[in-house]
């Protein structure tokens, strides 16, 4: 388990970082760690490492006039420990608890966790759920996209070669909004079994398909019916105990006062 | 001797028992904690380089052609061999052993030669300068495969449709039936009989610190050095001796810091032999360090049995018969040198253990299947026998009517009742099923618990409690493997040496693997010459340095090691003291030792420190008597031989609650009495029940590997195969009824496998117990979200 041999680039500014994103061998590094386990085990051999950490550009929470901007680089630990979180993100607060352990929130980031686009990951389901903008750029323009259109499929997003996601923005939670998350692991820090985002109307699932799924909220009944036929199983749980658990989630996040 | 040579110290002197019995920290943890632990990978030696392994990506496939073209042109490449160039290095072995009547399995070479019989199989050896490239290379290996039917399932297997290995005839690697006679009559007669099928899923041991080996060849000396994450140094020394031909002399090996082992490193590897072969082969050191992803591939796995059992009973709650049928799939070889037959013949004997009913019938297969290989890991068979009985107990007890509790009550044999030969035909020394049961019923509040069950399920709250009752075999005799031919020892040495500044150095063959042996063979030193712990420094690990002895496994270290460091500590003392009476020119009787010094038995007053002594012996024997000797150094070595097994005892209770919503299971917390004889360090024997009660609820509940259908590992990582986490671990409440064994001075029995036995069927008694108002039942291991949901009929 040794990644192959790599170069390493970490730029100081974003033109810089653009300029070597053109090789179309080169791979964003973030908090690493989706990326460094999958090169030690050889599933993705980039010629090129850019180690965006350095860029101040993509750090740090701020509150804007209808939304709290995230920078790309903010890792799980400092959402998890933002005041401003808590008051207008309530879901993100919530969910941002059942993201990995420890010591990956320690260094896992935000934008790292969209870009990948893991279909039991926490963060994609919460920026469909909160109907959020993710800013993206390139060497020339910046560009926004609403969550819903930003995740395409298993581990696949808008994203395009040459382009960094530098921030995400949730719109802040108005007086009455309901925010409800919820999700299954066998142990605390798994990647989810199924999980549930649910924000007012939209309820938003989890590792029930390649990319989050949107619910519309109608009876208990009919947005029951609304799930997935044959979601994937995963190793331990087949497409009908998903459904099933799935299921039981839409129900205890409609039962949450 | 026995328990009357307790307290420690010289008869007549003072009642404590010096160091035995208390909580100290050991010796090594801050060592290890600040990151100064020297394991195997640790090492830096010159020329190293370093083996990495092409394994067979079928279940079973036979090697066509193996093209290194390619990859020996990378960079760094020393060389890459086929299983024909090692075996020129290395000759093949067969696991059986002659007590266990029939086993039989294949010749097995260190890399396979012209056929993989399991996925992860080596077939080629891949040295380079390092690591990294040595990997480079792997990937341009290229074979031609083709393809043999794999045998995946057990049945399958038994039927014999499909055989493994042609020359065997049969998949049947070994055979056993056991029968008291009087089973049939016992069941027509019965009122109650009860009868379950339990399934247990394939799993293995996780360590810390994965396989590692580096073998140094020296061909001035043919002499070899092996560094080695082992339990069991001098077994290896005489392996690699044999099936390299080496004599036994001019082989060392040194294990230093090992990081966890649980069973995993007792056995042979393949990938480790040739290790050893290419080091003789490239006349250089050679290492091989296990990723991760091999060592699900490769390391042991345990357990995967299949068994039905039936239970007959009276009305009145008299267990009067056990018979069981147990199919048990071990991969394609037994393992060399203990073989995988050992825990399906413990299932065999254990089942049932803690009763005293007297008829029983048990029949055994072991069967080979194309998946990795399984044999002994931490608890052998126990896990398995323990559920079974406890299983089918409750399930007599429900159709009786009757609190488990109770009815346990009054099968369990009576603490009066020993020396006992029970039915399977092991004979305990001393064992106390009913103080330990009552001190659980205690402990846990068991009424209370039971009063609160049946409230919170009227609020539709399923609660469940669990009980297991158990015993374990422990300090095994020759009867578990010399008997068998195997070049295992069943015995340990300890030498103490006296340094001229009065600090105590143990040398002992028994080893560290992360447990605490050394620190208990501190205090026991320490209590034994009269020393402070400080004073005290072990060494094990090093066939070199150390007596020869058996090492880690069985639960031994305690009993038989500690045994030898005590009897070897006596002895020192003794002979402190004549040196003591010569130098003050007292008689011997009127001296003691005690706090680093020599001093007068009846009145303590200090008469000599211990450095003096040692400047006298050691600098100035000249101003001793002409004819005297000092002998500073002691050597002393302890088997078991009284009793085939040291058998001890224990009840563990399991307190869960069902989601029958999710098929979750919340672990609320956890019992486990033990009596494991005389306790050396309550804090190191707690940290041992706690750990085993991990791992084994680690079985009942998360770990399984599993194999596709066409023989592939399909959750060989550490994001897939679920080991347990501190985050949904109960609290484990411990404690403990002390009856030493009369056998040793010591009295101690093993403890480190308590906790794996018990909890797989405690947790199981308790999901069933929370299901009971449902009419449902679970009997599959691991206990899985989809299998309760199954058994609730949701999915
Ligand atoms: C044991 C374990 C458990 C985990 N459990 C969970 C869990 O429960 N839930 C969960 O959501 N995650 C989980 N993770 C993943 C973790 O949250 C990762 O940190 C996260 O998915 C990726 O963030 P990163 O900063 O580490 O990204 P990296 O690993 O550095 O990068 C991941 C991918 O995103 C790309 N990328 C990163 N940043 C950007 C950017 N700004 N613009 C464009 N592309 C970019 C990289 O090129 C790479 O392809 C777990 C990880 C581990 C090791």
Redesign the pocket.
């Known amino acids: 388990m040794k990644a192959a041999a790599f170069a390493y680039l970490k730029p100081a500014s974003l033109p810089e970082a653009f300029a070597a994103l053109v090789n179309p061998h080169a ?12 090169l030690n085990m050889r599933l ?1 051999s980039p010629e090129l490492l850019v180690d ?1 950490t350095g860029l101040p550009d ?1 750090a740090g929470i701020s509150l804007q006039a209808h939304s709290i901007k995230i920078g ?2 903010t ?2 630990a400092q959402i998890e420990a933002c005041e401003l979180v808590r008051k207008h993100v309530p879901l993100l607060a919530q969910a941002v608890r ?4 420890a010591a ?2 320690n ?10 686009a ?1 279909p ?5 389901a919460c920026a469909v759920a909160l109907d959020s903008v993710l800013v ?1 750029r390139n060497k020339a323009t910046e560009r926004r996209v609403k969550a819903e259109r930003f995740f395409k499929g298993l ?1 696949e997003t808008d ?1 395009k070669q040459g ?4 921030a995400v923005e949730f719109p802040l939670a108005k007086a009455g909004d309901k925010s409800v998350f919820l999700e299954l ?1 066998r142990r605390h ?4 079994i199924v999980g549930l985002a649910a924000h007012n109307e939209r309820m938003v699932f989890l590792g029930l398909d390649s990319k989050p799924v949107l619910l519309q909220k109608k009876t208990l009944r009919q947005t029951k019916d609304q799930l997935p036929r044959n979601p994937p199983a995963d190793l331990y749980h087949s497409s009908a105990t998903k459904r099933h658990l799935a299921g039981v989630l839409l129900e205890r996040a409609w039962n949450t006062p | 001797m026995g328990r009357a040579e307790l307290p420690l110290h010289a008869p007549g002197t003072k009642l404590e028992r010096g160091y035995i019995g208390r909580s100290v920290p050991r010796p090594n943890a801050k060592r290890l904690l600040q990151g100064r632990g020297a394991y195997v990978d640790d090492l830096r030696l010159p020329r190293l380089a370093h083996v990495v392994f092409y394994r067979s990506p079928h279940a079973h496939a036979r090697i066509k052609k193996l093209q290194f073209e390619k990859s020996l042109k990378c960079e760094g490449v020393i060389g890459i061999f086929s299983g024909k160039d090692i075996s020129q290095y290395c000759t093949p072995w067969v696991g059986v052993l002659a007590h266990l009547k029939g086993i039989k399995s294949p010749p097995q070479h260190a890399v396979a030669i012209d056929r993989a019989c399991w996925q992860g199989e080596a077939v080629a050896a891949v040295v380079a300068e390092t690591r990294a490239q040595a990997e480079d290379a792997l990937g341009l290996i290229e074979v031609q495969w083709e393809e043999l039917p794999v045998v995946m399932d057990m049945e399958a297997s038994l039927s014999g449709k499909e055989v493994i290995h042609k020359e065997l005839g049969d998949n049947i690697c070994f055979a056993r039936a056991h029968d008291t006679g009087g089973v049939d009559e016992a069941f027509a007669r019965a009122d109650v009989v009860v009868e379950e099928t339990f399934e247990f899923g394939r799993h293995t041991g996780v360590c810390l610190e994965t396989r590692s080996i580096l073998a140094d060849y020296n061909a001035a000396e043919h002499s070899l050095t092996v560094y080695h994450s082992t339990q069991a140094p001098h077994m290896m020394q005489d392996i690699f001796s044999r099936h390299l031909d080496i004599p036994e002399a001019s082989v060392r090996v040194i294990a230093r810091d090992v990081g966890g082992s649980f069973g995993i490193k007792v056995h042979v590897y393949p990938d480790e032999m040739a290790t050893a072969a290419l080091s003789v082969m490239l006349r250089r050191p050679v290492k091989f360090v296990a990723d991760r992803l091999e060592s699900f591939a490769t390391d042991i796995h345990a357990r995967e049995h299949k068994v039905k059992i039936r239970l007959a009973a009276t009305r009145a709650g008299e267990i009067l018969a056990f018979d069981l049928d147990d199919l048990t799939a071990i991969g394609p070889y037994s393992v060399y040198p203990r073989t995988s037959g050992i825990e399906g013949n413990q299932v065999v004997n254990l089942t049932g253990g803690p009763y005293k009913h007297q008829k029983y019938r048990a029949k055994l297969n072991v069967v080979f299947t194309n998946k990795n290989v399984t044999c002994q890991y931490r608890a052998v068979g126990h896990p398995i026998a323990v559920a079974l009985t406890e299983g089918i107990v409750d399930k007599a007890a429900a159709k009786l009517g009757m609190d488990p509790a109770e009815f346990r009550r009054r099968n369990l044999i009576a603490d009066e009742a020993y020396p006992y030969t029970f039915p399977s035909g092991v004979k305990f020394e001393k064992l106390s099923h009913h103080k330990c049961l009552n001190l659980l019923l205690e402990k846990m509040h068991y009424q209370e618990l039971r009063q609160e069950q049946i409230q919170l399920r009227e609020k539709n709250i399923f609660r469940g409690i669990g009980l297991a009752a158990m015993i374990e075999v422990t300090n095994p005799s020759p009867a578990f493997y010399g008997v068998g031919g195997a070049r295992i020892s069943a015995q340990d040495g300890a030498t103490l040496r006296l340094e001229p500044t009065g600090m105590v150095t143990v040398m002992c063959s028994v080893t560290e693997q992360g447990q605490g042996t050394e620190g208990i063979f501190a205090q026991i030193a320490a209590s034994a010459v009269g020393v402070s712990l400080d004073k005290v420094r072990v060494i094990t690990g090093d066939t070199a340095t150390t007596p020869y002895g058996g090492g880690t496994w069985a639960s031994r270290g305690a009993g038989i090691g500690g045994e030898a460091v005590l009897q070897s500590g006596r002895a020192l003392r003794s002979n402190m003291l004549d040196i003591a009476a010569a130098i003050l020119q007292l008689d011997k009787n009127e001296l003691d030792i005690a706090d680093d010094s020599v001093v007068h038995r009846v009145t303590q007053e200090k008469k000599l420190p211990l450095e003096e002594l040692g400047r006298v012996a050691y600098f100035r024997p000249d101003t001793l008597p002409m004819d005297f000797q000092a002998e500073l150094t002691v050597t002393r070595h302890y088997t078991p031989r009284q009793y085939g097994f040291t058998f001890t005892n224990g009840i563990q209770a399991s307190l869960v609650e069902v989601d029958v919503d999710t098929g979750f299971v919340k672990l609320l917390k956890h019992w486990c009495v033990e009596d494991s004889g005389t306790v050396i360090n309550p804090m190191l024997v707690d940290e041992q029940l706690r750990g085993g009660v991990v791992q084994g609820i680690g079985a009942a509940l998360y770990e399984e590997c599993l194999y596709s259908p066409e023989g592939q590992l399909l959750n060989g990582n ?2 897939d195969y679920l080991v347990p986490m501190a985050a949904e671990m109960p609290d484990i409440v411990c404690a403990h009824v002390e009856t030493p064994t009369l056998q040793s001075q010591l009295g101690a029995k093993g403890v480190g496998e308590a906790g794996t036995a018990g909890a797989p069927g405690a947790v199981m008694n308790a999901i069933n117990d929370a299901l009971a108002p449902l009419n449902v039942r679970v009997t599959a291991m691991p206990f899985t979200p989809e299998r309760i949901l199954k058994a609730l009929a949701k999915v």
Not at chain 1, 163 to 166: G, M, P
């Open positions: 791979k964003v590094l973030a908090g690493g760690q989706s990326l460094i386990p999958a993705s965006i993509l790309a680089l890792t799980h059942h993201v990995a352990h990956i929130r260094r896992g980031t935000i934008g790292g966790s969209l870009a990948l893991d039991a990951a926490e963060y994609p993206i581990f994203l382009e960094l996601l530098v692991t820090g798994d990647y989810a | 550490m994001a």
